[in-house]
């Protein structure tokens, strides 16, 4: 679905190396805008999509991150930023108002709402404050609490499904600690997993769609299709408010058999971020992406074209964007 039409503008992209950024770019290409891409990684796939003008970034945790950015929008003078990396927010936020005197909008949460977005130990305690269901978490210090069954172990401040190890006892996931950078450890959930393409306006207004993830390789659902539950669109609201969040959000969870005494649905993490997945939002109807763009230039959000129809299925499959000579990439900088 095409959507309502704008003006053509020169948007910025972060983390074209990934699904999200570099399915954004391409998405805003076809729609007739002009997209700077951008990456801290000097191979990233997205820095040689036809079309996009491409430039490697210092990384977010690099102290000329702020420097390279505002040099980069001083030359190319976008018009819109939509950042694709959580990790950025905390160094991006603070460069707001730089940003606005050189013309580029954006549409970014605040610096609790980023952290939420960041740290799944945070996460967890912001939801559980509001009374969301959540997977127990607990850190290395107090695994002793855990229950002795499947766990996993996960990076705190992980992305994706990158560093994540299912074992099946405390002494395994104690061992496991050791081996995973900065952990926390939660019971295991199972039952449909899901992601919600979320668009909350400038007024707190969300609205939701489901996805189920039906096949999900290296975190990225690769096959999915839409449906719709009540419970889950309200417990995704509820999460949502909680956290502060802004703009395009995924919300992922599970709905679960509900067997002893547990809750149905589970809300297990939230990026601050379009997710790998929303094609098939925009598949079954919901004009994210122009929605989006509303939002980030002050126009209205319409929640009547957020609305997806239910059992639309979406496949994805990994194809070639440039073959040839290998590429000479700086190693970082704006060229």
Not at 46 to 53: K, S, V
Not at 255 to 274: C, K, L, Y
Not at 279 to 293: I, K, N, Y
Not at 315 to 322: F, I
Request: charged residues 20%; glycine residues 10%; contains cysteine.
């Amino acid at each position: 679905m095409t959507g309502q039409r704008m003006q053509p503008r020169r948007l910025l992209v972060t983390g074209v190396g990934g699904a999200p950024g570099l399915d954004l770019a391409l998405e805003l290409l076809r729609r007739g805008h002009e997209v700077i891409g951008v990456d801290a990684d000097p191979l990233a796939p997205g820095l040689l999509a036809p079309g996009i003008i491409a430039r490697v970034t210092a990384r977010a945790d690099d102290p000329r991150y702020g420097v390279h950015l505002l040099a980069l929008c001083r030359e190319l003078k976008p018009h819109g930023m939509i950042p694709i990396v959580e990790h950025e927010l905390p160094a991006l936020i603070p460069l707001q108002e730089d940003l606005a005197r050189l013309g580029v909008r954006t549409w970014l949460p605040g610096l609790e709402t980023a952290r939420a977005a960041i740290d799944k130990a945070l996460f967890h305690e912001v939801l559980h404050e509001h009374g969301i269901p959540v997977p127990k978490t607990f850190l290395p210090e107090t695994l002793h609490q855990a229950p002795d069954g499947p766990l996993v172990v996960k990076p705190r401040h992980g992305q994706g499904a990158k560093g994540i190890v299912f074992c099946d006892t405390r002494q395994q996931a104690r061992m496991l600690c050791d081996l995973v950078a900065d952990p926390i450890i939660q019971e295991t959930v199972t039952g449909r997993e899901f992601s919600a393409d979320c668009l909350v306006d400038r007024s707190g207004r969300p609205s939701v769609v489901l996805r189920e993830r039906l096949i999900v390789k290296g975190g990225l659902s690769m096959v999915a299709r839409t449906f719709h539950d009540d419970e889950a669109v309200q417990l995704v609201r509820a999460t949502l408010a909680a956290v502060g969040a802004v703009g395009p959000n995924d919300v992922q969870g599970f709905i679960t058999d509900a067997s002893g005494g547990r809750p149905r649905v589970v809300i297990t993490e939230i990026n601050a971020r379009f997710a790998g997945g929303f094609a098939l939002s925009e598949a079954a109807g919901a004009d994210l992406v122009q929605q989006t763009l509303n939002g980030l230039f002050d126009l209205p959000v319409d929640h009547d074209r957020l609305a997806a129809k239910p059992d639309v299925y979406l496949s994805k499959y990994v194809t070639v964007l440039a073959h040839g000579p290998a590429p000479c990439h700086p190693t970082g900088g704006t060229t």
